[in-house]
Structures are given as C-alpha cells and as structure tokens.
C-alpha cells in the first residue's frame, strides 16, 4: 500500500527464510563482516536462521554507505537489541532520519516491568521515537481490562495489513477441518494439538492439515516425533502433513478450512492467524499469543489457556456443533471489514511515520 499511495520503500535485514514472499520487495540482505566473525566466533551459518541472523555484525562502513546512498526519511527497525540495528541507529540520527521503533510488545500492560518501564523511558522519553506495535494487549478473553489511559501518545497500535480474501463457502458437512500453520519446534505445541485431537475418540468427522516449515535438523526432528504421534493416536486417516508450501499454496488450504488452530505459546504476533481471519476462518489460540487480541472470544474463535485440556475442550465446542464454524465464520468476516480497513491503518502508520495531514 506505501508504494501505491506513491512512497519508495527498501528493506533492509539480516536473512530471511525459506517460505518467505519477497513478490513486493525484494530485501537486501546483510552479511556478517570480518568485525562480527572476530567478536562473535561462535557464529554459524548452518545454525537456526533466527538465531543466526540476530548476531550477524555488517561492516559499518558498508552500513553507513547504503543509508547515505537511500536517504530515508524514515526507518522503521525492528527492536533496538540486534547489533545491526545498534550500529544503524547512530548513523540514522546523523543523517537526519526520523526513526520509528517496531517491536511486537502489547501496547497496553497490567503491570509494568522494569525492563518495559526503562524501555518506555528511552524510546518515548529520551530519544523521542514513536513507536508501533501489532499487538493491543495480552489479557486474553478479558479484553475488558484493556484502557488506553496511561498510553504515551507516540506509542501506536497499528494491526497487521493483510488484505481480505475471497471466501469460499464449502458444501456443508458434519466433518470439520481444522488447519494448523507453524515451524516443526517444540512452542509452536503441534504435537499438543494432535494429542488434543486424539482425545476426541468418540467423535472422528473431523480432519486435521498441518502445513509446517520443515528446514533445520531441528525442524526434521520435531517433524519425526509428530509423525510417532499420530501413529501411535491412530489418527493417519484424519492428519495430513505437507511441508515448506509457497503462499499461493498455503492459500488454498485456508480457503478449503472450517477453523484455523494455533496452539503456540511463546508466540509475539501471528501474521498466518490473521491470514485465516482474512479468508474468514474462526481461530482457536492460546492467550500467550500477541494476536490473540484480534479474537472476539466465543464470537470469531476462542481464546484457551496454554495446556492440553483447554485446547481439546474448544476444539470439542466445533466438533459438538458442525454449525458454530460457519456462525463464528460469518463473525469473523464482518469483523475484519471493519477492524481491518486498509486506508485507516495506512493513514495510521504514516501519523506515526511523522505525517499530520488529515
């Protein structure tokens, strides 16, 4: 939507993965220079990606070459810890840049740590960025305890942009079909998920897609055990695994869904939750997801507390009543028409990028 509304706009990073979708922008990916390898010996380009591409050191010579050759009027970085994102920062504020953070911490907190309460102080106070995050609050389905009154005016709530699909109605039935979209580790809880749907022993019209990002040993290990999982429920018939799919090919298996489950913990923010809201599929997650707060508890999905009983007792909600799928469904997309509405969130995001027209 930025280029389209007439801004350029160039990413930077340290890496990305396999299933990623570069379509829009293609990034520039930063190596780790002679300077990181010597201050961090450790490093290992076979290890996980994530873990890889935190400590990769770009040569600073290079850095500030790039930022003076783009000129940004704005740079939006992705937390202050990264060393990349430390050696950018000096360099942007010489250049004049005006510098938003983008972090996936709730917006709105209960209580107040002093590691947030320090980072409050730096960002909002001292450096004066404005700050935007995807994330309104972590209070589960007590979204009432959500007030805005102690919010610091340059600290935004701007939801995930994701465009609103077609949605396919298929031709009712009493089998539901559950999706479940993650990397093969253990916080993303698939193999909870499958035990969950094997304690549903009485009631098997139901079948179970997981599509998983399978590229580290770790990833393949995790994958061997779900498979013994399933083998040893007895659920071959009722689970299909299909691995590392592009995101034309992940779209098809929304639209062919009843209910997206992501039972993850750990989790700051899922963009495939709201991907699933988008081709209005109800979800079933955990409150130790960032994006949780999307869900209208027992209206577009539910909210489950992060163990095994509670996510077989929603799934069990769907199961017992073929119905409540399409009902919650029909919720989901007359709640993203109105939450989701590409202009305002636009209009957002730039107020926070520093520009006050209306």
């Known amino acids: 939507m930025l280029q389209e509304a007439g801004h350029e706009v160039h990413m930077l990073c340290t890496g990305s993965g396999p299933t990623e979708d570069h379509t829009t922008i293609k990034p520039r990916i930063l190596k780790q220079s002679k300077l990181g390898r010597l201050l961090v010996p450790q490093w290992d380009s076979t290890k996980d990606p994530s873990k890889r591409q935190y400590w990769i050191i770009p040569s600073p010579k290079e850095l500030f070459a790039i930022y003076k050759s783009l000129k940004p009027d704005v740079a939006v970085v992705r937390g202050l810890t990264p060393p990349y994102i430390l050696l950018s920062l000096p360099i942007l504020i010489c250049l004049g840049t005006k510098i938003v953070l983008y972090t996936q911490s709730p917006l709105v907190v209960t209580r107040r740590s002093i590691r947030r309460t320090f980072v409050d102080l730096l960002v909002l106070r001292i450096l004066k960025m404005d700050w935007i995050t995807p994330v309104l609050h972590k209070n589960g389905p007590n979204a009432s305890k959500c007030d805005r009154k102690d919010v610091h005016p340059r600290h935004h709530f701007i939801p995930f942009l994701v465009q609103q699909a077609d949605r396919t109605f298929r031709t009712p039935s009493t089998s539901i079909r559950f999706l479940c979209i993650g990397k093969f580790i253990p916080r993303k809880r698939i193999l909870e998920l499958v035990r969950a749907l094997g304690a549903q022993r009485s009631m098997r019209q139901y079948h179970l897609t997981i599509i998983g990002e399978c590229s580290t040993p770790e990833h393949h290990q995790y994958e061997q055990g779900l498979n013994s999982e399933i083998a040893k429920q007895g659920l071959e018939?009722?689970?299909?695994?299909?691995?590392?799919?592009?995101?034309?090919?992940?779209?098809?298996?929304?639209?062919?869904?009843?209910?997206?489950?992501?039972?993850?913990?750990?989790?700051?923010?899922?963009?495939s939750q709201l991907e699933a809201m988008a081709h209005g599929l109800p979800v079933i997650c955990t409150s130790d997801n960032g994006t949780a707060c999307y869900i209208e508890h027992g209206v577009t999905g539910y909210i489950v507390s992060p163990d095994e009983q509670s996510l077989t007792e929603a799934l069990a909600k769907y199961l017992n009543d073929p119905g409540l799928a399409r009902l919650h469904g029909d919720a989901v997309t007359s709640h993203f028409q109105s939450f989701f509405e590409p202009k305002l969130l636009l209009k957002s995001f730039l107020y926070a990028c520093g520009d006050t027209s209306k």
């Open 237 to 271: 018939p009722f689970v299909t695994i299909v691995k590392n799919l592009t995101r034309a090919e992940v779209s098809s298996h929304f639209s062919a869904a009843d209910v997206f489950v992501l039972p993850s913990v750990r989790e700051p923010a899922s963009v």
